[in-house]
């Protein structure tokens, strides 16, 4: 039972890595002026920059749907396979990168929690089920687990 639910989960992580999905276009900087300009910008928050992302749009119950939207987040998570800087880590980032909801998407800022993610370069957004999220936080943090 457990080979076919990870199958089932491969599939959905394979169904939303490489399905179709909308292209869109984040900053066209270098990380250099990006880092810089979020210095300036966000002096008093965390921030990443980030490439080779996607926006997900999760389909969510209607139920669900209120508790996100009371909690100030819209259905929306970033999926991001290349960090090139985290303002609180010297260390090299992991990716790949999956926040929590986001309060707010606008231009090439994505904002989740304690920090603002820089959409640097070409990147993509589609809609994603509830369960392919699920499966895709599940593979990523099984990948962090074994290096």
């Known amino acids: 039972m457990q080979t076919v639910e990870m199958q089932r989960d491969d599939h959905l992580v394979s169904e939303l890595l490489y399905g ?11 990380d250099a002026r990006l880092i810089q300009i979020a210095k300036t910008e966000f002096a008093e928050r ?3 920059i980030v490439r080779n992302w ?5 389909m969510l119950p209607d139920n669900e749907l209120q508790k996100v939207v009371a909690a100030g987040q819209h259905p929306i998570v970033l999926l991001a396979h290349v ?8 260390q090299p980032c992991q ?4 926040t929590g909801y986001g309060e707010d998407l606008y231009g090439c800022f994505f904002e989740a929690g304690p920090k603002m993610y ?13 369960p392919a999220l699920v499966a895709l936080e ?5 990948a962090y ?3």
């Open 20 to 30: 179709q999905a909308q292209p869109l276009c984040g900053s066209g900087l270098d």
């Open 46 to 48: 965390a921030f990443c």
């Open 54 to 58: 996607m926006i997900l749009d999760i």
């Open 83 to 90: 960090i090139t800087y985290d303002s609180q880590s010297s």
């Open 95 to 98: 990716a790949p990168l999956v």
């Open 118 to 130: 820089v959409l640097a370069g070409r990147g993509a957004r589609r809609y994603a089920a509830k």
């Open 138 to 142: 599940q593979m990523t943090t099984e």
């Open 145 to 147: 687990a074994y290096g």
